[in-house]
């Protein structure tokens, strides 16, 4: 028997175990454009939105997402005969619960510009999120400012009505704004970035005051950047999902998400005109969201890339088996106590100790299903070289951290798949040189669009190049990395 298709028309008569809509969508209103409405945002922001809405909150604070990619034209493809609405299944190893997400009212495809311009320009929208990436910043690795030499930048510079940047289009927008006499908006980044906010008001200014300097006046002094702290796994939907969603709850859903129960979102309350209560379900609003952010940032993100580059040459394609093998859970450990917590405030209000266990418990959920070659092919390897900078200058090894950045740098040279290889600009270039080995090795170390400052320090460049002479015969063998989590251990 074939499943009922997921669409408006179905809601009333949603299997058992699948919760449904406490409100109607189609009295929902934008409030809300976002930038690239992949799975994270559908995991976490549009789900803040959806619960505020349930609890008869926020229905002028809808989200029309804004593809980028052509990946997020598939989102928009799938989504649209389903009147936007999509299962988000939470779940560990103690169970799962199904829920109909609602919040969403409309997806942009990626080659309408001027459509996305127009959205942000509608009279609700107050606030412009986004989820794009370190690479859709458009940022100069050294400097962390606005790459002007980026190809992006420069097309948008010559021709900023027509904007095909991230930053372009916001400097576009409110153009749009300021022209009309009409409110800035809030730009409302949701990226694993270290001060997300301000590097994002930072390029928009410095984008603004090459196009008009009136305009970055007018930005700067209305439109507001808070910074934010995003925490939710959220695999990627895999056909298997897709099949679990018809055969576990018996409803057709093209696109569903699977995410673990854990979320969190910290944000500075710094708005520009008005925001959803997200208070009311979970959110934290602070005045100083650094804390937490380095936190998440050093504690999870960069052991999960160190946890996905090494379980890779260790044969694992699975983060939860990753985890549950003892020498990489005491590896794991042991950078998370002696080399990344002391990275942080030590007036930091969380107890460290227990976080990193549930980090541990969270890293091994199994039915999460989520991949190596997710956080292998999407993490930025600054997750791994912020903390090193701030061991070496604080005269501390790095150890264990030189292993990750050796083993990441190790399976561009062994994986074989270009589509799994790593999504950055310079990946062609990486990879080659990896693959070469050597003194081209060298020579990808030296690299100052990916490794800045670090690419002429010899307290950096020594540990990583011994950790590389190390591994090598791994393409053969996970013995090497085997011994050297011991000796890291």
Same mark, same amino acid.
Not at 136 to 163: E, Q, V, W
Not at 178 to 207: H, I, K, M, Q, W
Not at 252 to 281: H, L, M, T
Not at 369 to 378: G, K, P, Y
């Given at each position: 028997?074939?499943?009922? +298709?997921?669409?408006?028309?179905? =809601? ?14 189609? !009295? ?5 454009? %976002? ?14 939105? %959806? ?19 052509? &990946? ?34 409309? @997806? ?18 107050? @606030? ?15 400097? +962390? *400012? ?12 010559? %021709? ?14 409110? *153009?749009?704004? *300021? ?5 800035? &908006? ?12 301000? =590097? ?5 200014? !410095? ?37 679990? @969603?018809?055969? /576990? ?36 609003? /602070?005045?100083?969201? !650094?804390? &937490? !952010?380095?936190?998440?940032?050093? $504690? ?16 694992? +394609? ?24 002391? /990275? ?36 930025? @390897?600054?997750? $791994? ?56 090795? /060298? ?47």
């Amino acid at each position: 028997m074939t499943s009922p +298709r997921l669409c408006r028309a179905t =809601l009333d008569s949603l299997p058992d175990g699948v919760a449904g809509l406490g409100y109607n969508p189609s !009295e929902i209103t934008a409030g809300i454009v %976002h930038l690239g409405p992949g799975a994270f945002h559908r995991a976490h922001m549009a789900r803040y939105v %959806h619960a505020l809405m349930n609890n008869g909150q926020a229905m002028d604070w809808g989200i029309i997402g804004a593809g980028l990619t052509p &990946f997020d034209a598939g989102v928009r493809d799938a989504l649209s005969a389903q009147d936007w609405l999509y299962t988000l299944v939470e779940r560990d190893d103690d169970g799962a619960m199904a829920q109909v997400v609602g919040s969403i009212v409309d @997806i942009v495809a990626p080659e309408d510009t001027e459509d996305i311009l127009d959205f942000i320009d509608g009279a609700g929208v107050r @606030i412009v999120s986004l989820t794009v990436s370190e690479n859709g910043y458009c940022l100069d690795a050294i400097t +962390r *400012r606005l790459d002007r030499a980026n190809p992006l930048i420069g097309m948008d510079l010559a %021709h900023p009505r027509r904007p095909g940047s991230v930053i372009g289009l916001l400097v576009e927008a409110c *153009r749009r704004r *300021r022209s009309a006499g009409r409110p800035a &908006f809030t730009a409302l980044s949701c990226d694993n970035l270290p001060g997300n906010g301000s =590097l994002l008001r930072a390029a928009v200014l !410095e984008f603004a005051g090459l196009v008009d300097t009136d305009l970055a006046d007018w930005i700067a002094e209305h439109a507001r950047f808070p910074a934010t702290m995003v925490d939710r796994i959220t695999p990627l939907t895999r056909p298997e999902d897709v099949a679990a @969603i018809s055969g /576990t709850w018996g409803l057709a859903d093209a696109w569903p998400i699977i995410c673990e129960p854990y979320s969190q979102w910290v944000i500075e309350d710094d708005f520009a005109d008005g925001r959803p209560n997200w208070e009311n379900v979970g959110v934290q609003f /602070t005045a100083d969201v !650094e804390p &937490f !952010e380095r936190m998440k940032l050093r $504690l999870l993100n960069a052991s999960h890339l160190a946890l996905a580059s090494l379980g890779w040459l260790l044969g694992y +394609r699975m983060v939860a088996d990753a985890m549950r093998d003892p020498r990489l859970a005491r590896y794991i450990r042991a950078l998370m106590e002696q080399e990344l917590s002391p /990275t942080l405030p030590a007036d930091l209000p969380v107890d460290l100790a227990a976080y990193q266990d549930r980090l541990v418990k969270r890293f091994s959920n199994r039915t999460l299903r989520d991949t190596v070659e997710r956080i292998n092919t999407d993490a930025s @390897i600054n997750l $791994l070289l912020d903390p090193i900078r701030d061991r070496l200058a604080a005269g501390r090894p790095i150890k264990r951290l030189a292993l990750a950045v050796a083993a990441w740098i190790h399976r561009l040279a062994l994986v074989e798949d270009d589509a799994l290889a790593l999504r950055h600009p310079l990946a062609d270039e990486l990879r080659s040189l990896a693959k070469a080995g050597g003194v081209a090795q /060298t020579q990808l170390l030296a690299m100052t669009d990916v490794f800045g400052d670090l690419s002429t320090n010899a307290a950096f460049l020594v540990p990583v190049t011994r950790w590389l002479h190390l591994l090598k015969g791994t393409r053969a063998s996970s013995q090497c990395v085997q011994l050297e989590l011991v000796r890291a251990g």
